[in-house]
């Protein structure tokens, strides 16, 4: 079992910044993507930013510019600072995450986890 965690969500003015963090937890071996996605009230889950171990990030074009996703493997932990938000930011935000878990040394599976969600509003 692989548990996600999102915090650092919240209310802010439009212009303001927020970070958020996703901690991964349980039986993790390894993390291959890590990813934050949102869903405002009435559409789509959509993805915002997704980092692949050892590779470059992508973005959303609506957050480019704005937004850095980074992740810590060490801490099994992913980022995504967010600056000069818009109230068209306001949803709510998912990580997830895939890769290895392993049930015993030298017993896998794989894994595509989310996290419960962080509530981020800006006000115009």
């Known amino acids: 079992q692989v548990q996600l965690v999102e915090s650092g969500g919240g209310l802010v003015q439009a212009g303001g910044s927020l970070k958020l963090s996703c901690e991964g937890s349980?039986?993790?071996?390894?993390?291959?993507?890590m990813g934050w996605y949102r869903q405002a009230p009435g559409k789509q889950r959509d993805l915002v930013a997704n980092?692949?171990?050892?590779?470059?990030?992508t973005y959303a074009d609506s957050v480019k510019g704005r937004f850095t996703i980074s992740r810590d493997n060490a801490r099994n932990t992913a980022y995504l600072q967010m600056n000069s938000l818009k109230p068209e930011d306001t949803a709510v935000y998912y990580c997830?995450?895939?890769?290895?878990?392993?049930?015993?040394?030298?017993?896998?599976?794989?894994?595509?986890?989310w996290g419960q969600g962080t509530q981020v509003t800006v006000s115009s």
């Open positions: 997830k995450a895939d890769g290895l878990g392993e049930y015993s040394p030298g017993n896998y599976y794989t894994y595509d986890s």
């Open positions: 980092i692949i171990n050892g590779g470059e990030p």
């Open positions: 349980g039986s993790i071996f390894s993390i291959h993507a």
